[in-house]
């Protein structure tokens, strides 16, 4: 799970924030590029198969969310 804990991402112009800016896969990693607390990017890395196998063991999707 991402979240705010490091220095650069609890302190800046909007501090205690990190979001998602992009993401690209190369050789069977993920790597999502990230902004934090409004002032720096950061990257995050990991196997797009573990990715993929925490996916599958989140909760199902509520119905109202499901496509028809």
């Known amino acids: 799970m991402i979240g705010p804990r ?16 992009g993401a690209v896969t190369c050789d069977g990693e993920l790597r999502l590029y990230y902004g934090a607390a409004d002032t720096c990017l950061g990257l995050i890395t990991a196997p797009i198969a573990d990715v993929l ?9 509520p119905s109202h969310f499901a496509r028809e």
Do not use: A, H, K
């Open 6 to 21: 490091e220095r650069y991402e609890v302190t800046g112009d909007i501090p205690n924030v990190v979001f998602p800016c």
């Open 53 to 61: 196998d925490w996916l599958r063991s989140q909760p199902s999707t």
